[in-house]
């Protein structure tokens, strides 16, 4: 086998690969459920995305300067940080929970372990955890689409209110589980998912338009299929369980792809690059893992939505996965510790 490999000169490298690249690509895949979220919510969109990069920037300006280490802004990766925290929170939260938000992600998350690609947690995860456990009603405060209820944002408008609400479909999910709501007609909303015109966090609302996204970064091969194809194949297959078995109670397996932030996960945040693993077989496991989990948590824990607590958790074991994945060099033997 030896005989037929082929040993080459460095660089080994085809095309030019940053991480500024990388993270402008990413950022270009955002702009898609960023223009959707911009066009549903208007000016909560905008304010929020403003204020979550802006303190995402400054908080990794003051840390470099403090550290006096170089500027590390122009690699994007605080952009996309802030992006991805502005995308996870209720368009209603006031524009404090989103400073609040992208300083911890960026001063406890990131450059406390030392900045990219040395932190554990995805930030904008842990951001959106923390956010969720200090500020728990400002958290599940949803806003109605303003393209899908005009009249109700002049009514708010006029009566100077911060937002109209809604349930979000997660939460007519879960309430369907505990019998207080039909699955079947719970099911029909899965196209509103699908296009966005119901409430919902900020970037996750429009499938369509992560879709879209995601199909661009697949292109770029920004991403690879793996991690994306392995959270919604196992979501699936777990959404189907219940669903087969009563119908009636579990719904659509298909609304569960469309509806929260699975697909925003599965494309923009379960694949990120350094919290996730190294090896192909890792990053089947680890998408695998997140779908699960996701899923566990819709059906069986209180919260509607598991998207967070899934990734962190699968972050913590990313370790492991590429451990008992690893790969062992032509001809040599598996290492035993």
């Known amino acids: 086998m030896l005989s037929k490999i082929t040993v080459s000169p460095a660089p080994h ?4 690969l940053s991480t500024q690249r990388v993270m402008l690509d ?26 979550s990069v802006g303190s995402c920037l400054v908080s990794e300006w003051l840390v470099n300067v403090l550290r006096k280490k170089p500027n590390s802004l122009i690699d994007l990766s605080a952009v996309v940080t802030g992006v991805i925290l502005a995308f996870s929170l209720p368009p209603a939260a006031p524009w404090w929970v ?3 938000g992208g300083s911890f992600a960026i001063l406890i998350v990131k450059m406390l372990y030392g900045g990219l690609g040395y932190n554990v947690f995805n930030p904008a ?13 400002l958290m599940t405060s949803w806003t109605v689409p303003a393209t899908a209820k005009d009249e109700a944002l002049k009514k708010m408008t006029a009566a100077n209110t911060h937002a109209t609400t809604q349930a979000t479909a997660m939460a007519w999910s879960k309430a369907s589980l505990k019998g207080q709501e039909n699955a079947v007609e719970v099911s029909k909303f899965y196209r509103d998912s699908f296009f966005g015109i119901e409430g919902g966090c900020l970037g996750e609302t429009s499938a369509l338009a992560i879709l879209l996204g995601g199909i661009y970064m697949l292109f770029r091969k920004t991403i690879t299929w793996r991690i994306p194809a392995a959270v919604l194949i196992a979501a699936v297959v777990v959404a189907s ?10 719904v659509n397996p298909m ?3 469309v509806g929260g932030g699975m697909m925003l996960c599965a494309f923009f945040i379960a694949t990120d690059p350094v919290t996730s693993p190294l090896t192909v077989k890792g990053e089947l496991i680890f998408g695998a893992g997140v779908g699960v989990l996701i899923m566990l948590i819709r059906i069986l824990g209180e919260y509607p939505e598991g ?4 990734v962190l958790i699968m972050n913590a074991l990313t370790p492991l996965i590429d451990r008992a994945t690893r790969l062992i060099p032509a001809g040599g033997k598996p290492h035993v510790q």
């Open 13 to 16: 490298i085809s095309q030019p």
């Open 26 to 51: 990413v950022l270009i895949g955002l702009a898609f459920p960023m223009a959707a979220s911009i066009w549903f919510f208007r000016q909560y969109a905008v304010l929020l995305l403003v204020c």
């Open 98 to 100: 989103a400073v609040i």
């Open 125 to 137: 995860m842990a951001a959106r955890v923390f956010l969720a456990i200090s500020f728990g009603t």
């Open 241 to 250: 369980i219940g669903w087969l078995i009563k119908p009636a109670a579990y």
């Open 255 to 257: 609304y569960h792809l």
């Open 307 to 310: 998207v967070m607590y899934a």
